[in-house]
């Protein structure tokens, strides 16, 4: 999903005119998936459907259908179906947002704590559209090393499964906090400068960096904000 940065493809240049609809739409369907978002971490609070699911098995059914409904995605990208299939992904990933979000509002806090995440998630998206914008040189060379530590923290977040250790789990959240934040940089570049021509692949690709944005945040603030009085 995150792919080398590309301004031309075969014979083709995409135009000024054609970078700017893609990344209207990009933002167009970006905020009409947060409502599914908000929807599924509602229903997940309120039903504790997830509450009781061991972290093994929650990672697995994450891993499972998350990959299994970016491919369907990717698939019927060029179809409205992409459309429906992406504002569905989202709403499961609101489902399983909401053990850590049922977590945080127990701490009297909590509804503070998660506008700060929203508020902070915001900020570094503004930040990193901003960035994108104004620099000029190519970061396709970005992609490679994005990826690879993208891996590597999957294997850190597998392996603490078993380990259950706190320190490393706030190493990862340090981690994913950075590396997705020049993900954010890189795919929004990557969508200015024409190299995404399909809104639905590009929104996607936004979405899964700020999700894992707001979600290391509110967990970092969970960890060193939460208030239990």
Known sequence: ?????????????????????????TYALLAVSLLPTVAGAWLGVTTGLLANMGVGL????????????MWAIEKNKNRAAGVYLLLGFTFFMGLMLSRLVGRVLGFSNGGTLIGVAFGG????????????AVIKRDLSNMGKFLTVGAVILLVAVVANVFLASSALMLTILVAMLGL???????????????????YVTATLAVYLDLF?????????????GGDRE
Do not use: W
């Open 1 to 25: 999903m995150n792919q080398p940065l590309q301004g031309h493809f075969g014979n083709y240049v995409a135009s000024a005119q054609e970078r700017n609809r893609v990344l209207r739409n």
């Open 58 to 69: 929650s990672l697995v059914l994450f891993l499972g259908v998350s990959f299994g409904l």
């Open 121 to 132: 998630t915001a900020a570094v998206f503004c930040t990193m559209a901003m960035l994108a």
């Open 180 to 198: 997705f934040s020049a993900f954010l940089l890189y795919d929004l570049k990557r969508i200015m400068d024409g190299g995404e021509t399909n």
């Open 212 to 224: 894992n944005i707001f979600q290391s945040l509110l967990s970092l603030l969970g960890v060193f």
